[in-house]
């Protein structure tokens, strides 16, 4: 059966239709360019500072956007204020969070920058002075 389907194709070939593919009608009349200012209406003009004034808001709101940090998931949050945190007693903390709202930064920056050095090391012999170590007795 299907040797007979074969030898009948083969025998009678499909013809593929041909269509001319026509281009569409041309407009009668030509369109003019206009090159120099002098000739384009009030109204091209009006458009024009439109679009003009339209693209520079938006180059404006994308610099704006540019410079807005990305959002955090929560979790990343958490697990950046654990990470910058870790070691630190409650001032110390505190002092941490002061600073980086100050500085508008995070808390991992803030923890990396000279001045909260200074001020843990300044804290940290504070602290030792006032609670001197116990000795041990064993």
Known sequence: MS???????NENPVEEPTAEITPPAEKDTPIEKTDSPEQYTEREK???????????EAKKWRSEADKVKKPVSEIDAILEVQEST???DRQEVAELRLRADALHTSL????????FALWQQGYKEKVAKENP???STT
Do not use: C, H, W
């Open 46 to 56: 009006r458009y024009y500072a439109r679009m003009k004034q339209a693209e520079n």
């Open 3 to 9: 040797d007979e389907i074969i030898e009948d194709f």
């Open 133 to 135: 170590p116990v000795p």
């Open 108 to 115: 991992t920056d803030a923890r990396k920058s000279e001045g």
């Open 86 to 88: 870790q070691g630190l």
